[in-house]
Structure formats: C-alpha cells, structure tokens
C-alpha cells in the first residue's frame, strides 16, 4: 500500500496561525518503497542495483516517484498584490528550520510581499528536517498554489545532517514553486546528468537534478523555469 507524505511523522508541524487558509487534497506522491531502503542501501552502484533480484519488483515504482510533481491549490488563496511580479529564490536547506521559514516568509516586510517562490533543497520526509512535507506545509502556512518536483530518492545522509540517525519516511528531495498565482501546468523536466549520486559514500541517493518547469496564470502568461542549481528565467512575451 502507498503510504503517504505525512504517514509516521514524528514532529508536530509549526503553528501556522488560526487563520492559515488549508490546502485542498494535493495529487499522490506516497510510495511503497521504504521497506527496501536497507537492501539500496547495501547495493554498491546502478549496474549493481540493475541486477539485483529487487529492481523488477521496484522498477516502475522508482521511475513514477523520480519523475513525480505534487501540485496542491489553497482553499482561499491570499491574493497578490498590484504592481510587478515579485519573485524570490532561496536555497531553504532541506527546510530543517521550517518555524523560522514559515515566520520569515510570513512576517519579513519585503519577503511577505513575494508573489513566487522558487525554493531548491527541499526535503519530503526525510528524518533531517523532521520527516515533514516541507513544500506543502510552507505553502499552507502561507496561502500559496504549490508544486514539488522528486529529483532524488535519498538513502543516506549528508555528513551531520541526522545526527541521531532517524529513518525517513518519504525520503525525497527536490525543488519547489509557491504562487500567488494558480500554476496552470507544471513539468518535471530531466537534466544531464553530471554526477551518479548512488555511488556516494555520503548522501547516496537514486535520481539525479531535475528542472520545475510551471505556467503561471497572468494576462500574459509566464513561464517559470527553475533547477536545483538555483538557475531562475521566466520568459512572457512581454516585460514583467
């Protein structure tokens, strides 16, 4: 059985506020394949993992959940501004001090007034940043259409990043768009890869970088383009 993103959390999520609007029920991006993280993470590389008796039971699995968006849209949606469209990138680092994201998102003059937000290391049930669903739960905080894009299936973690050892959960990471504006289509888009993450003595993980690709809904509409290098273009047929 699919088990979903907020299944077996151990942190309660941040106080959002009594009158933090609800997301309406996002599409499904749980999965079944927790049970097999020890046996990937024994397995030496790809070509490895290829052979092993696990890879056909796992295979179609993998390629739907590493080439998965999750989109969600807020009940009420706060509405934007007049003026241009304010857009702002963040490396949120996993979202381990989601609190303090959420209050700066929420309260900070100038970052509150952000109509997008393009946000790379974003984490979705990894026991690093408390197996939360860090995309959704900003995007609920703050009454904002979101969209996250799986770029890896991570098995192990970076040096200090769990330091009590905690089991994930979901397990992936990725990147995400928070709107103002409803997100109209949004595409996980695949990269050349430049590095096999599985082979990793550190962070090993399956998947590789990815690109969020995502139409917003404007007079003219505009096209985000947004990659876990933190590279950002939107391109409209007219100036922003």
């Not at 295979?59 to 959940?65: G, Q, W, Y």
């Not at 080439?67 to 490396?91: F, I, K, Q």
């Not at 984490?123 to 009454?143: F, I, K, P, W, Y």
């Not at 259409?145 to 994930?168: C, I, Q, R, T």
Request: glycine share 6%.
């Amino acid at each position: 059985m699919s088990q979903s993103a907020h299944d077996n959390k151990p942190a309660s999520p941040p106080d959002r506020g009594a009158d933090a609007p609800q997301l309406t029920p996002p599409s499904d991006i749980g999965h079944g394949l927790m049970p097999h993280y020890p046996v990937l993470r024994r397995i030496k590389d790809r070509r490895a993992l290829a052979q092993s008796p696990l890879y056909p039971q796992i295979r179609d699995e993998l390629a739907r959940i590493l080439d998965a968006v999750e989109l969600g849209a807020p009940a009420e949606p706060r509405p934007r501004a007049d003026g241009p469209l304010r857009v702002l990138a963040w490396n949120i680092q996993r979202g381990a001090r989601l609190p303090e994201l959420i209050a700066a998102l929420r309260d900070e003059p100038e970052l509150s007034r952000a109509d997008m937000l393009l946000l790379s290391e974003v984490d979705c049930g990894m026991a690093r940043s408390g197996n939360r669903h860090v995309a959704r739960e900003l995007a609920e905080a703050l009454g904002m259409h979101y969209a996250f894009a799986v770029s890896y299936l991570v098995l192990g973690d970076d040096l200090l990043e769990n330091p009590e050892g905690g089991e994930n959960t979901q397990a992936l990471a990725g990147q995400a768009i928070l709107s103002r504006l409803p997100l109209l289509r949004v595409e996980n888009v695949d990269l050349p890869e430049l590095k096999d993450k599985f082979s990793s003595r550190s962070e090993k993980r399956l998947g590789k970088k990815r690109a969020i690709l995502a139409e917003v809904e404007r007079v003219n509409p505009a096209h985000v383009v947004f990659d876990g290098l933190s590279e950002m273009r939107l391109l409209t047929g007219d100036p922003l």
